[in-house]
């Protein structure tokens, strides 16, 4: 009688759902039968929030195209985002928001000079953190389990900036503005010691905060030190295309060499009364998709933009950053490829899992994308670029950079 009472027990659980497999009570937070839900955070308003928002509309794009045809095994795709403007504490709030709140499977994006102070949540909530934008060296190295960067930290492109540098020869007088984050100041900081290592002879540096309406202060000490070449290093387009301006203005005769994500199609246009040609920049793959400049980049690229078009239909004008937003759908992509192979019973831990098994992935920008264990950061190395006739057309080889030891 024992027996066929355990049995009856055992048979109710399991119409109940408490045993069956495969139930939203055997997954992640933010993972039900019909969704998975991912947080967002970034400047939405402010002089970048052109950024946010059009990082936003890139992964909204990739998750439409992907629930139209079904979802990820079935669930489709959300994303839950708020405005952080440019302020860090803002910035945390929201993450503590989305994390404890809205209960989101994984973050996406994000300003890296945010990583720090946000982290110890996402530690301590043990949650997927995929791809914000240049995050501290000290932040990658050592690796971090839940922390995935896909772009090139501004260490590993100040690397390549520099390998280059030393390969030309040509620069005997280098000077260095650099953003006052903590992004910047690591990157500054590696740069300085590249340089030290390749005998490349750095005469002045300044730091700039990212919402300075002028650089004159900083210009004024850098031209005493009489570079041939100033790099930018560190920051957004916005005050980097002050920085420009202001050399210009100046009647400076140096090159400018600057890095990504401020070697594309909106700096140029942020800058193109102020005579861009010969500015060199460094950029993780191909160069931006832009038709009406008849770049239409990889197919990959083509796909991605065909999907902004589609459901962003101003992405089709003249003029529109569809580049950069090509590119951070792309970098969704791998995250969409990521959840396939993840398998249906989804959690965190197979998410990170499956992103440490992909060895060599296409970013579709001709670039290649390798993470394990012990690596967090998805490409190492970049092209040099050089604008001609207002656009940039690469000048080198892609450079490989050997990333720091774990």
Not at 133 to 157: G, K, V
Not at 247 to 268: E, K
Not at 344 to 350: A, G, N, S, V, W
Request: aromatic share 8%; net charge negative.
């Amino acid at each position: 009688m024992k027996r066929v009472l355990l049995s009856l027990i055992i048979v109710a659980l399991v119409a109940t759902g408490v045993f069956a497999a495969g139930k939203t009570e055997s997954l992640s937070p933010g993972v039900t039968d019909s969704k998975i839900v991912f947080g967002y955070t970034m400047p939405m308003s402010g002089p970048v929030g052109f950024i946010g928002n059009q990082t936003l509309e890139s992964i909204k794009a990739e998750f439409n195209r992907v629930n139209d045809d079904g979802g990820i095994h079935g669930r489709k795709l959300e994303v839950i985002a708020y405005d952080s403007g440019m302020d860090v504490s803002q910035a945390v709030a929201n993450y503590r928001r989305l994390i404890t709140e809205d209960k989101v499977f994984a973050l996406l994006f994000g300003f890296g000079g945010y990583t720090r102070p946000a982290y110890p949540l996402i530690e301590q909530n043990k949650i997927p953190w995929l791809f914000p934008m240049a995050p501290p060296e000290d932040m990658m190295f050592p690796a971090r389990e839940y922390l995935f960067s896909l772009f090139p930290t501004t260490a590993t492109q100040v690397r390549t900036m520099a390998a280059w540098l030393e390969s030309e020869g040509k620069f005997k007088r280098i000077s260095v503005i650099y953003g006052d984050s903590a992004s910047g100041k690591t990157g500054l900081d590696r740069f300085l010691l590249e340089a030290k290592n390749r005998n490349l002879n750095v005469v002045a540096s300044e730091a700039i905060v990212e919402t300075s309406p002028s650089a004159a202060v900083q210009i004024a000490k850098i031209r005493q030190a009489n570079p041939d070449l100033v790099v930018i290093i560190g920051m957004t387009m916005q005050p980097a295309a002050v920085i420009i301006k202001e050399i210009r203005r100046t009647g400076m005769d140096s090159q400018i060499m600057v890095n990504m994500p401020i070697s594309n199609s909106v700096m140029l246009s942020l800058i193109a009364d102020d005579q861009p040609e010969g500015i060199i920049g460094c950029y993780w793959g191909e160069v931006e998709y832009s038709p009406d400049r008849g770049n239409y980049g990889t197919p990959e690229m083509q796909s991605m933009a065909d999907a902004l078009i589609k459901y962003y239909p101003d992405y089709a004008k003249v003029g529109s950053n569809i580049g950069g937003s090509v590119e951070h759908g792309l970098s969704v992509r791998l995250l969409t490829d990521a959840l396939k192979k993840a398998g249906p019973d989804l959690t965190r831990e197979k998410l990170i899992q499956t992103l440490e098994s992909f060895k060599g992935y296409p970013t579709g920008k001709g670039s290649y994308a390798t993470f394990s264990p012990t690596r967090r950061e998805g490409v190492a190395g970049g092209i040099i670029l050089e604008v001609k006739n207002g656009w940039w057309e690469p000048i080198s080889d892609w450079i490989d950079v050997t990333l720091p030891e774990n």
